[in-house]
């Protein structure tokens, strides 16, 4: 297939996810902004979000007040803010457009009607009445763009090169969603290891604060009630980082991520590809393989950290191998 | 002259009499049936399918949230299938002799030592391309794809009013209009034996196929878009859809040791076929515009070895300017050995000093147009414009009287139309398309454009035209 079409139909995916994920972070600020807090605390949470998606400089230079409702716009409405759930909506829509013809009739119409429905919804005031309907709407979009890719396209390169994008974009936004609490603390200026109990396998029940921090965190990814049926137990900072990093079975999971990136790739092989999926085929042993305990001896931010610049690594050689228009 | 009087036209549903013609019965007994609220509710899901499945034209320098849908009016315009099939042999003819003509004049230009057309008015041509002098094209096709607009005036016959052959658009909205139709009013189908539209991208595949280069087996074909951005890409995407071929950028697309080639996620690919929506200004910025970022550059020289064909071919504008236009008739006998079948509209050569002297003595009656314009811009329409406009037009006519022809003011044929006021009439014409290959091929039909506006005649969508869906009928 062209090299411009895959490029689309990977950009596709990863806006669309993208959009899904950063609904799930602001959800959950949004959730957690009910319990009872300090101010404080509330606006540490907000920042973390900036923070995560590293977009605290571009808020900043836009003269904005750190007001939950001026952030929340930043993040869903503001067309200037390329990652806002609005851009990436209309990215995806445009990628999408620009390549109506490779996808299904479906396919197209679902990224279209979301791109309509969009517009109508923040005409509507849906956001500012029930800004948790809104973000529900926008995972289910999300949802809806996959099912229906997965349900009518055929399963050749065009479906991979989205799967691919999907999946590079998850690991991304799942490792960001972890790393939260290390950037909400650094704001407050309070630079603690996030986790306390690293090195035992967590069986203390954490404190109350700590308790519902990590509970949110599992919600973001829809992994609370996975939890609870993986452990049967009391929720602790190193079982929540162990099942969002190497439960392969827990779909949102980086080991999960990483393990479709790694077969969706091998199904698209070419003469330049080799090195890509080594790498890919690596970092997927390593989660395979790996345990928490060790990890968290790294620490878990040291280890995100690295985790992201592997999976940004793939990206770029994704689009060097595949997508940037080779002459030969 | 025909009268320019508003007031009569040619109805396509009712006699002058207000007798519903036969071909319009059925349909006008199943439209009493229908309440205007019935209606007005059709029309707005209409207009609602076609934003959700994209539908739409972009307007130029604005954001994708502000993407419009061209108006669709629910009656259809009908055409029984004896007058289609005169109209079909009359446009077959047509494009033949226009094929033979492009041809002639890139080649031996026989039909200016015959002294048919002065030789002035081809290599002053700015759409001549030199480029393509002694050049053979596969089966010496070079419109393979027209889009002829013919419009019914006095008491119904044809006229041709211009000869589309360079990136003639719409098709499209034929196709979709005819989906519509049947998804809004599928007991209409019922009533009526329509012919069917929905196999044009299988002959213009076939078509395309056809005039590959020489021992290309299985042709690789593609579609050249000039991008998203376009006001014609739902078209391109479309048509390659449909086609089941790529739809390809000039970035896309790169020349090498004498073919032209795709870039693909498997290294590259040979392309045999172009069906190039990129006007010949556009397609090698080496030997046309070199500000072209939409071409491929040295694509010029490939064609020209024969390694890859162009649909439409380079060149063809010169067959379709409206200062070429007056000797159609005369082409049709020369190469064809046969009268024309359809009428060409008279037309004054302002370039001729007696055609002009006409001209500016009747601007009040006449419609003027560029030879060279195109999207109902740059005309005067006499009977519907102000003495200052008329004034104006004239300063410019005196100026630069090659610019301009002019001819009488049709009155359009009109058909009812379901507008804000009820259903009225409003003026209509046609364009069906005509595909050249190893034969010439149509599918009975074509895109019907209707002025919404009360009285007007413009029926362009970038002036408030609007589409119907274009039924042939068998009684």
Redesign the interface.
Known sequence: ??????DHLFWMARYIERAENTARMLDVNVQTSLLPQSEARSAEGWQAMLGISELREKFVAGGHSFSPRELMDFMVRDAKNESSILSCL?AA??NA??????LT?EA??TY??T??EL?QLLRGKTLERDPSAFFEWVKFRSHLSRGVMIGTMLKD?SFY?ARLGTFLERADNTARILDVKYHGLAEAGQLVEPLPDSGRHGTEPTNYRDFYYWAAVLRSVSAFEIYRKVYRDVITPSRVAELMILRGDMPRSLLACVDEVRSNLAK?T??HSQETERRAGMLKAELEYGRIDDILQMGLHAYLTNFLERVNDLGRRVSAD??V???? | MPDSSPIRFFDEMSEANGRVREHYAAFSEWLEGQSAESLASKRAEADLIF????ITFAVYGDD??TERTIPFDIIPRILPANEWQILEAGLRQRVKALNSFIGDIYHDQDIVSAGIVPKEQILANSQYRPEMRGIDVPLGIYAHIAGVDVVRAGAGEFYVLEDNLRVPSGVSYMLEDRKMMMRLFPELFSLHRVAPVAHYPDILLETLRAVAPKDREDPTVVVMTPG?YNSA?FEH??L??QMGV????G??L?V?DGFVF???????RRVDVIYRRVDDDFLDPLAFRADSSLGVPGILGVYRAGRVTLANAIGTGVADDKSIYPYVPKMIEFYLGEKSILNNVPTYQCRKEDDLAYTLANLEQLVVKETHGAGGYGMLIGPASTKAEIEAFRGALKKHPKKYIAQPTLALSACPTFVESGVAPRHIDLRPFVLSGQTVTMVPGGLTRVALREGSLIVNSSQGGGTKDTWVLEL
């Not at chain 1, 297939?1 to 895959?6: E, H, V, W, Y």
């Not at chain 2, 790529?246 to 950028?249: A, I, K, Q, S, T």
């Open positions: 297939m062209l090299s411009r079409t895959a209309r829509r445009e457009r620009a390549v109506r013809g490779t009739t197209w119409e279209n009607t791109w309509l517009n390169e090169f698209v070419n003469d595949f997508l228009l080779h002459q030969a | 934003r959700r499945v994209g994708a949230g998203m890409y995407a479309f390659a859809q790529e739809l390809v950028e970035q896309d790169f090498d795709m870039r693909t996620t498997r290294g590259p």
